[in-house]
């Protein structure tokens, strides 16, 4: 479906995205104006068509959206790349997705220059050549129509890179039906609707850039304003100032907002609520948040599937604390063993996943999308339990639990024990070997500012909330926690510390 010309049909002169730091909009007829001279130009100079990658190293920006527009209008695969990644990263990620084209901002140029499979690309294109061409204010001949292609629903609009912790980067394939079935389960388990504004903060190289809440809002005609990165203060005041309805941050973002200084005065009636993924919040946090008079909604998402995939309503936010909640409406789940059969309540097993927002597989894997992909059923990779209200927990990755002793230790478990000292900011905990037990912890703690403790006095403090084979052998304190592009805990260069 070609969004931006119903929208140009129905709506013309509605505002649909505005670029915070340089103040420029687009309307929906302006979009879409674009959009098809994009179209034009892509498939008559550059010989884009159906199924061809385009790579785009960029931040969030005006035309990034005319490229997705583009993208449904002629059924070519949109490659957003990392600009946070090295050099020698980066070529692997264009050596893999074979881009027809390059589109690079001038800042992160010399990222490309050091690729040496960009030299090897004939076509390549400056964003700030593309951004004089979509100059709204001088119309051309190619904002005629443009004639959708012949795109079919599992046909890629986006090839999405994992973060590649545990080794190369898988692409994930992103269809025109995913989009599609992700925005209708955001819709019918949030309020999303053309009334609808919010403010994206989160990078285009990852989905929640793109597919928690901006191309939902785009196929429903709402509004987003788009910002290059987090700015506390900025989207505070933006928060106020742009009436949003709602805001999909992490809990760290969330911290950092409520401990602006101008917190207590921001205005913030217009938003139903604040959409939490990533990991739990801390209870504090959300009752901060609430006695402000904004409710937290929590969730569960994944490059692969969705992502918005569950929903925790804002009246559970304390009462089911650490819940991600329920699957959202075409969402079928089930929590399975290690030999495949179902778990019973409270019991931890694999989270699968099922519906018409499941990836059809990694662009170019085979391996990976067989060893994912079972019977119609995503394998998460993820350990949750469900209670006896079918609310989720989750409990960890499997690939972080480790065994020691004959025992299943799970790290996430140990941290929620952990960051719950009122000395500690954060923990992470890994597994190292050990001659006697196979594995054990070792728990890397960053402590809270003007905070003191000893190592002898968080294992007193794990001793008496976790039974005595999860407790870590060692703790190790350190300055910060490393973490990968999306904000997640870097387990393997902890691991290399040790």
Not at 75 to 90: D, K, Q, T
Not at 330 to 356: K, M, S
Not at 469 to 485: C, E, G, R, W, Y
């Amino acid at each position: 479906m070609d969004w931006a010309s119903k929208w140009a049909l129905y709506s013309p002169d509605k505002i649909a995205f505005k670029e915070f730091e340089s103040g420029q909009t687009l309307t929906f007829g302006e979009l879409n104006r674009l959009a098809n001279r994009l179209a034009h130009k892509m498939t008559a100079d550059y010989r884009i068509k159906r199924g061809d990658r385009i790579a785009v190293l960029a931040e969030n920006c005006l035309e990034y959206i005319v490229l997705f527009s583009m993208a449904q209008k002629t059924g070519c695969i949109l490659v957003p790349l990392n600009y946070r990644l090295s050099a020698s990263e980066i070529d692997f990620l264009l050596l893999d997705a074979k881009p027809k084209l390059v589109i690079g901002e001038p800042k992160f140029q010399h990222l490309l220059e050091a690729s040496s499979y960009y030299h090897k690309i004939r076509r390549r294109w400056s964003l700030d050549a593309l951004t004089a061409f979509c100059d709204k204010a001088i119309p051309t001949d190619l904002d005629a129509h443009f004639p959708q292609a012949n795109i079919r629903e599992n046909d890629p609009v986006f090839i999405l890179y994992t973060s590649g912790t545990t080794g190369f980067p898988k692409g994930a394939l992103y269809t025109h039906k995913m989009l599609f079935w992700n925005s209708i389960n955001t819709a019918m388990s949030l309020i999303v609707n053309t009334e609808s504004r919010t403010i994206n903060v989160m990078p285009p190289f990852h989905t929640g850039g793109w597919n928690v809440l901006t191309t939902p809002f785009f196929h429903h005609g709402g509004y987003t304003c788009l910002l290059k990165k987090f700015e506390p203060a900025a989207v505070l005041q933006l928060l106020q100032s742009e009436q949003t309805t709602l805001f999909m941050g992490v809990p760290t973002m969330l911290k950092m907002l409520a401990d602006e200084p101008g917190f207590e005065q921001t205005d913030l009636s217009s938003l139903h609520y604040i959409i939490v993924g990533g990991e739990p919040m801390p209870v504090p946090l959300i009752e901060k948040w609430h006695e402000k008079g904004v409710l937290i909604r929590q969730g569960y998402g994944m490059t692969e599937v969705g992502p918005n995939l569950t929903s925790l309503h804002q009246s559970d936010a304390v009462r089911k604390r650490g819940s991600i909640g329920r699957p959202n409406f075409y969402v079928d789940i089930r929590i399975v063993d290690e030999h495949g059969q179902t778990c019973a309540p409270n019991q931890p097993g694999e989270l699968l996943l099922r519906g018409p927002m499941v990836t059809p597989g990694y662009w170019r894997n085979r391996d990976a999308t067989r060893k994912a992909l079972e019977d119609g059923w995503f394998h998460t990779g993820d350990m949750v339990r469900q209670d006896e209200e079918q609310y989720i927990y989750v409990v960890d990755r499997i690939k972080n639990m480790f065994i020691s002793g004959g025992e299943n230790v799970y790290p996430a478990e140990i941290e929620r024990v952990m960051i719950t000292h009122p000395a500690v900011a954060e923990a992470s905990v890994v597994a190292v070997p050990d001659p006697k037990w196979g594995e054990v912890g070792r728990a890397f703690v960053v402590l809270r500012s003007g905070e003191t403790a000893t190592e002898a006095a968080l294992l007193e403090f794990c001793g008496t909330r976790l039974a005595r084979f999860k407790i870590p052998k060692t703790v190790s304190f350190i300055s910060a926690l490393p973490k990968n592009d999306t904000g997640k805990i870097n387990r393997q260069a902890l691991k290399a510390m040790v």
